[in-house]
């Protein structure tokens, strides 16, 4: 599976996003803006991620962390 594949349904599952796969993730949709995602979510988000690919991520760098593009992206640059 894809890595954007692979976010996509981590974000997905933990919002809980109905009617939504992977395939149809709008990787520009604003997670905060558009979904009111709160800090909670982004960092239970960042814990799921975290903990799958082995990575840290800085908490300063979760407000940046606002759209699929934007984490697959992070999570890209992270695990090269």
């Known amino acids: 599976m894809a890595i954007r ?29 558009e979904l009111g995602v709160d800090s909670m979510e982004l960092t239970t988000i960042a814990v799921k991620l975290q903990d799958k690919y082995s990575i840290k991520i800085d908490e300063e760098d979760y407000e940046n962390l606002t759209t699929l593009d934007k984490i697959v992206d992070y999570i890209g640059q992270k695990v090269a």
């Open 5 to 33: 594949s692979e976010i996509a349904q981590i974000v997905i599952d933990e919002l809980k996003l109905e009617d939504i796969t992977p395939d149809t993730f709008d990787g520009s949709l604003n997670l905060i803006e």
